[in-house]
């Protein structure tokens, strides 16, 4: 009986692997995108949405979903649940916050000759005219207070030309309710025009209900202060960053107790990312990036006590916590991704340190689709400094075989290089075409230190360039790499990148992709909207010729001053409604590969930002891709 189990077995797991298939764009474009909405009052269920894009209409489902906290019972409903807590009531009852986009300025043509209603021009007098992907028309997001009982609004913004929440991704955790549901905390950056684009100065502001009086919390901080919360003691809790401009700066946990501001994390090497309070409100549980993952981390909160402030990390693995859902007793309810995997939701016991999984949105699509081997590699920079670099091998991968090898290029310049899952740069599918990808965590990227985060600026075109080729040059030695078919791609700063290393990199590439990279740091600094990065990144303003730092970048690391060494071929994307790095850089990138003769193609989006985001769009984005690599590699 036992022979005939084992056989049994045996045959499953063959017919298993015949089943398996590689990633396709059409694969990825079915699976579901996860949304957490909440925890039932009882803390034992969590609520959840699927959303599944129809590519072929451009429509997009939506499906709900109440799944136990331990894993054991999840079902489907009917409807968006209504029983989940809603933070936008005050804790009396009494009021409700909305949103609103209120007219505040005079910008367009009609405002200032309402006569000439078919008028389509703009006017303005300074910056923030435009923003990620949207002309300023003179509207503002506005808090809206609206007494339950008496239908009574008041705009807590009234008249001023400023965003509460921000512009263009702020949300709920932009503001809160005090405890006692006499203030609302909001986020906001009080400042406009040239002012607004030039710096990073958000602070959190008390409005009081009964007074209708506007209170600065955090005059005294220059940089961001963000994500306002209090404790279930009470304490006002916010992350901030210190220095104004500096949109990359370490984040900290501050806690204001018997008025006084409390760094929680001032002495640990690293930055966060987003918190919760524990029940108790003797701990802070917050998301870090950590040696290329997200992590869950614990700082403990000494009160009056005379306990030190100890930060613990309490997971580890190869994959990325990409948000904190809730406390059910010992668990707490997170949604996880990793290179292999789109977001999930889990929850982790903290006594037993165990993982749980809870939504299930994509497991019958995952289980036909044969994974990608991921491989940790740590390699000696030019300057003695040990560097991760992800590797992802092909799902059927034979180190027998010979592959062609992808430098790919992270963006940011200092977003993390973690267990992402992207619907367009995604590592799975680029492998399930039979590509190597080599993904080094160099200079910039967060999870390494404050120092090794914070080494990129000022510095594009330097040592960060060394660790792209110290990388590629390292995994090239391994056998299963074709030495003689490797590309190079990013987006944003990868983008960049791709244009610097075409001029410096000897040969070593036979193909360059670049989306919305940044080429001639000039233009760029004359038409990016958050003029604060340049000034940080690149030091300051091209005409300022005693300027070392911005001479160095305007000079040495602008991608401009290189072209003369292109001689490879060179795929170019750009979408026009870009503010971020406006469509001009791929326009003055592809002209200048024309114009050298160097094989070259652009594609441009009308109506896509800095980021692909309609699925059919996204679907010839990732066609163009794979053909233009199969042309040139």
């Known amino acids: 009986m036992k022979k005939v189990l084992l056989l049994s077995f045996s045959c499953l797991c063959l017919f298993a692997q015949a089943q398996e298939q590689k990633m396709t764009k059409e694969l990825l474009w079915q699976l579901g995108r996860v949304s957490a909405l909440g925890l039932s009052n009882d803390g034992k269920y969590v609520y959840y949405q699927v959303a599944t894009p129809n590519v072929k209409d451009l429509t997009s489902s939506t499906t709900y979903w109440m799944t136990s906290v331990d894993g054991k019972m999840y079902q489907k409903l009917d409807e968006r649940p209504t029983n989940l807590s809603d933070t936008n009531i005050s804790p009396d009852g009494k009021y409700r916050i909305t949103v609103e986009n209120i007219k505040v300025e005079k910008v367009l043509g009609k405002d200032y000759y309402p006569e000439m209603t078919q008028s389509e021009a703009y006017i303005y007098d300074g910056l923030d ?3 990620w992907d949207t002309w300023s028309d003179g509207t503002y997001n506005h808090i809206i207070v609206e007494n339950i009982e008496t239908g009574e609004k008041v705009d807590i913004l009234k008249d001023e030309p400023y965003h509460s929440p921000q512009k263009t991704f702020g949300g709920s955790s932009d503001y809160t309710w005090s405890p006692a549901g006499d203030q609302i905390i909001y986020v906001s950056k009080k400042l406009s025009g040239t002012n607004y684009a030039l710096s990073t100065n958000t602070d959190l502001y008390a409005y009081d209900i009964k007074t209708g009086v506007t209170t600065n919390l955090t005059e005294y901080n220059k940089g961001y202060d963000t994500k306002p919360s209090f404790s279930p003691q009470g304490h006002l809790t916010w992350l901030q960053m210190k220095r104004d401009g500096y949109e990359a700066d370490k984040n900290d946990i501050i806690v204001r107790y018997n008025d006084m501001d409390h760094n929680l994390t001032a002495y640990w090497d690293g930055t966060v990312d987003s ?14 990036p950590i ?11 000494p009160g009056n006590t005379r306990m030190a402030v100890n930060v613990r990390q309490i997971t580890k693995g190869d994959f990325d916590i990409t948000g904190i859902v809730g406390f059910s007793g010992d668990r707490i309810v997170t949604t996880r991704t990793d290179f292999n995997t789109a977001t999930e939701i889990y929850s982790y016991d903290l006594k037993r340190s165990r993982w749980t999984k809870v939504s299930h949105a994509n497991d019958e699509i995952y289980k036909r689709i044969a994974k990608s081997k991921v491989e940790r590699k ?12 992800y590797v992802i091998l092909p799902p059927d991968f034979n180190p027998n075989k010979k592959y062609p ?6 963006g940011g310049p200092q977003s993390p290089l973690s267990q992402f899952y992207s619907f367009r740069w995604n590592f799975q599918l680029m492998a399930a075409e039979g590509y190597v990808i080599v993904a080094p965590n160099r200079r ?5 230190g404050v120092e090794w985060n914070e080494a990129i600026s000022k510095d594009w075109g330097g ?7 110290t990388a590629i040059d390292e995994v090239s030695k391994e056998n299963y790499v074709d030495k003689e078919r490797l590309g190079a791609v990013g987006a944003s700063y990868g983008g960049y990148s791709v244009f610097y290393l075409a001029g410096i990199h000897e040969n070593r590439f036979k193909t360059f992709i670049s989306h919305c990279g940044v080429f001639n740091l000039e233009s760029m600094y004359g ?6 990065f340049p000034n940080w990144d690149t030091g300051g303003a091209y005409w300022e010729e005693h300027n070392t730092d911005a001479m160095k970048a305007y000079y040495h690391f602008n991608p401009i001053k290189n072209v003369k060494n292109w001689n490879t071929p060179m795929l170019i994307i750009h979408g026009g409604e870009d503010y971020r790095v406006p469509i001009g850089q791929g326009q003055e990138a592809f002209q200048a590969a024309q114009l050298r003769g160097i094989k070259s193609r652009f594609v441009y989006f009308p109506y896509e930002n800095h980021w692909v985001t309609q699925a059919q769009n996204a679907q010839v984005w990732q066609g163009e891709f794979f053909r233009w690599l199969k042309e040139t590699l």
């Open 444 to 448: 910039g990227m967060p999870g390494f």
């Open 378 to 389: 740590y390699v000696t920079t030019t300057d003695g400094k040990q560097m991760l670099v």
């Open 405 to 410: 090898t992808l430098l790919y290029c992270q």
């Open 129 to 131: 005219y435009r923003h």
């Open 527 to 532: 038409t990016t909207e958050e003029v604060f």
């Open 463 to 469: 040592q960060v360039m060394d660790d792209y080729l």
């Open 291 to 301: 040696d290329g993952t997200v992590q869950l981390f614990e700082v403990n909160f």
């Open 275 to 288: 918190y919760i309070w524990s029940k108790d409100g003797k701990k802070i549980y917050f998301t870090a």
